[in-house]
C-alpha cells in the first residue's frame, strides 16, 4: 500500500487533513460506509436488524474488493480540525490515478471538502503529468462536481458512469 500523501489545506469549513487508515478506524469507516446507503436502504421497508446485517455484509465486501483490486493503492482517512469526517481511496500507477472512493459523512458534505480534495488530486496529476480516471454513480451529485472541474465521460458501466480528467 502506497503511503497516504501529507495533505492539508483549508476549506471554508476548516482545515483539512488525510492520515492513513488504520485498524482502530474499522467502525468510522463501517459508519461513513452506513451513511452512503442510508438513502437507498431508507425504501426498503427492512428492519434495522435486517439493514445492519445487509450493510455488515456490503461493508465488508467492499473492504475486501478494494484491498484486493487496489494493492498499492492509498486508503486515508479524512479529517477536519482533526476530527474524522471521512474516506478516500486513491490509486496510483504509471498510467494513470484513480480515485477509487470518496466519502464524507453528510454533515459535512455540500461545504467545499470534496471539492478541495479532488483539486488535491489534480495537483498531484498535473505534477506527474497523469490523468485521472473515477466511477460515480450516475444519479450522484457528485457528477456535478466532476463536470465542473473538468472531468469527461469515457463510457458507463451498469449504473456508473467511468469519467477522465487530463492536465492540460
Request: charged residues 20%.
Amino acid at each position: 500500500m502506497q503511503q497516504t500523501p501529507e495533505y492539508s489545506f483549508s476549506t471554508r469549513a476548516g482545515t483539512v487533513t488525510l492520515r492513513p487508515e488504520q485498524p482502530a478506524d474499522e467502525p468510522f469507516l463501517f459508519e461513513v460506509y452506513a451513511s452512503t446507503r442510508e438513502e437507498e436502504l431508507n425504501l426498503t421497508g427492512w428492519t434495522a436488524a435486517m439493514r445492519n446485517a445487509f450493510l455488515n455484509q456490503q461493508f465488508k465486501a467492499m473492504r475486501q474488493g478494494y484491498a484486493g483490486m487496489f494493492p498499492q493503492g492509498v486508503f486515508s482517512i479524512i479529517l477536519l480540525e482533526g476530527r474524522p469526517i471521512g474516506r478516500q481511496v486513491v490509486d496510483r500507477n504509471t498510467e494513470r490515478i484513480c480515485v477509487v472512493d470518496v466519502a464524507l459523512l453528510p454533515p459535512f458534505q455540500c461545504q467545499g471538502i470534496g471539492t478541495a480534495l479532488m483539486e488535491a488530486v489534480l495537483r498531484l496529476a498535473v505534477g506527474e503529468n497523469l490523468p485521472v480516471r473515477l466511477h460515480v454513480v450516475r444519479d450522484n451529485r457528485a457528477l456535478n462536481l466532476y463536470r465542473r472541474l473538468g472531468f469527461q465521460p469515457l463510457g458507463e458501466m451498469d449504473a456508473y458512469q467511468e469519467m477522465e480528467w487530463r492536465p492540460k
